[in-house]
């Protein structure tokens, strides 16, 4: 069903386009906890994200995945970390030094190579 | 007839076109001449080619922000955005106010969060507006969009008046219908004020007068309430910071169930479970991460205080025990099935016989909009509707809005109008059969028109 698209997604995020924690589009996330009444308690967005992030995603690909735009996801990603229901994992360019740990690579090299 | 319309759409718009417009004074003599005004049909054909232009727009946006990885460029975008958003909402006000509102026979079908996030999204203080309990059903695809810029208007006038955050909430009824509250913290209304405007609001919808052309919000709740049958009343809350609460009942022929918005994500869950409907069971309290989660960073949650009402039997009676969510749906009236009924009352004297040779009942080839008993519960005078102080009216007690019988003499639609002026046609155009029919040869069909 096609949702309401004058629903704008400005409102999904009350204008906000930033988050606290530094979510590139290939950080990954993670529900620690699934709790199905925390889901049931969310708004539909936030509870689809939620639900697909169940298995370890990348922002990115939630946003595929849910058809959420790139920027609502982030900020409600953002959101859902604040509140400790989903796990930021750290990527080379969050981590302060900016040194790509070689473990990184090699996963890029087998992506790549997956392709 | 369409000339009696265009009269009364020039008694309607006419005052407001001069005024608020700052059109160039008519002359006097255009004013004495019986033809009715042009403005009404200036208005709607402008508001038409404004819509048309922001629907042309809005998938460009969508478009743009789908993918804007920046978030400066995106927060810019965003303010385009919501200028274009508030633009249609003006367009669409004029069309209501030039009284040639088009029958809306598409749309979007929206569950009521997404009805009231679109009303968010065409008002300048959306960031004002946090989302309370909302009952997990839909508004139909003919009046998502209506029920949307009532909610629109609304919460237009609460943020306008109130500092603090406006509660948006959507409760079932034990009729079947919904009672969506808007809450706010403001100055509050004088409460002789909010008893005028309540009998106002339940009387006839007024011709626009100059000064209803300088406060559009209450005229568009009207005609939009008064169109489908939606009751709209407003409670002010005595001492600092009472703030007024907003009422607004959709009937349950109005209402439909959902299917999941996100159909993708739903096989993914690994304990989904039906949660119908939302937010009355008690959900468990997080840190600001209920279902304001992501509306509002800082806040907390921000469900209605429904007990400081100073009217509790207020509250909408869909309260129910947290502990049995799995029962309830069983339990509930179901909406839809509601307005089917009276279908065999519309029978026609060309066609009178109600069912068929077998027994079953006739189908009549009429649109759902008018066969549904839309109940029109804002009567045409106030002393039809009990919108007094009887407070388990508005609580949705043993009130079937539906069953009342619907009297509406002078809020006849654009669509009656049509309606007659085709029957009109249809008789003149018997009228003149005999003629023709003696002889066929001589009078081409169509002619007698």
């Given amino acids: 069903m096609m949702p309401n698209p004058w629903v704008r997604p400005y409102v999904l995020t009350a204008g906000r386009t930033r988050t606290k924690q530094r979510l590139l589009v290939e950080t990954l996330v993670s529900v620690p906890r699934y709790d199905p009444q925390v889901a049931a308690s969310l708004l539909p967005e936030s509870r689809a994200l939620y639900e697909l992030a169940g298995r370890t995603m990348s922002i990115a690909e939630l946003s595929a995945h849910s058809k959420i735009a790139l920027g609502v996801t982030r900020v409600l990603i953002g959101d859902l970390a604040a509140n400790h229901l989903v796990a930021v994992h750290a990527t080379a360019h969050s981590d302060r030094d900016n040194i790509i740990p070689s473990l990184t690579l090699e996963r890029i090299r087998n992506g790549l190579a997956a392709l | ?449």
């Fill in chain 2, 1 to 449: 007839m369409v000339s009696r319309w265009r009269q009364r759409l020039a008694r309607r718009l006419d005052p407001a076109a001069q005024s608020v417009q700052q059109q160039p004074a008519p002359e006097p003599a255009q004013l004495e001449r019986p033809e009715p005004s042009a403005w009404p049909i200036v208005c709607h054909q402008f508001a038409l080619r404004m819509l048309s232009l922001v629907e042309q727009l809005r998938p460009e946006m969508d478009h743009l922000e789908l993918h804007e990885d920046d978030a400066a460029t995106l927060e810019r975008l965003y303010r385009v955005d919501h200028g274009i958003t508030r633009l249609r909402r003006v367009a669409g006000y004029l069309q209501i106010l030039s009284g040639a509102d088009d029958e809306q026979l598409t749309g979007y079908r929206s569950s009521l969060v997404d009805v009231i996030r679109e009303a968010e999204s065409a008002i300048e203080h959306y960031k004002r507006v946090n989302i309370g309990r909302v009952a997990e059903l839909g508004v139909v695809e003919y009046a998502a969009k209506d029920v949307a810029w009532l909610v629109a208007a609304l919460i237009d006038n609460a943020t306008a008046y109130s500092p603090a955050a406006v509660v948006v909430s959507a409760h079932l009824l034990d009729n079947g219908g919904i009672m969506m509250r808007i809450e706010d913290s403001g100055i509050g209304i004088d409460p002789r004020r909010v008893e005028n405007l309540n009998a106002v609001l339940a009387g006839a919808v007024p011709d626009v007068t100059d000064d209803i052309a300088r406060h559009t919000g209450f005229p568009i709740i009207h005609r939009l309430a008064r169109k489908h049958g939606i009751r709209v009343r407003l409670a002010s809350r005595p001492g600092a910071g009472g703030g007024t609460v907003a009422m607004v009942l959709l009937p349950p022929e109005l209402l439909c169930e959902m299917p999941p918005e996100f159909p993708a994500a739903a096989g993914q869950g690994r304990h989904r479970e039906a949660s119908w409907p939302r937010g009355v069971p008690s959900a468990p309290e997080l840190h600001g991460a209920h279902l304001s989660l992501i509306q509002r960073p800082s806040g907390g949650r921000t469900a209605p205080p429904e007990t400081a009402l100073p009217r509790p039997e207020l509250a909408p009676r869909s309260s129910r025990p947290s502990s049995t969510p799995s029962a309830q749906p069983s339990a509930q009236p179901q909406p839809r099935l509601a307005p089917q009924s009276p279908l065999p009352a519309v029978a026609t004297p060309d066609n009178p016989a109600q069912t068929t040779k077998s027994g079953l009942p006739r189908r009549e080839s009429q649109s759902l909009r008018t066969t549904s008993p839309l109940p029109a519960p804002l009567a045409d005078g106030p002393s039809d509707v009990d919108y007094g102080d009887d407070p388990v009216e508005l609580g949705g007690g043993g009130e079937q809005p539906s069953v009342r019988p619907a009297p509406r003499p002078q809020a006849r639609s654009f669509a009656e109008d049509l309606d007659s002026f085709t029957a009109g046609v249809n008789a003149a155009r018997q009228r003149s059969a005999p003629p023709v029919a003696d002889q066929p040869d001589s009078i081409p069909e169509g002619q007698p028109r």
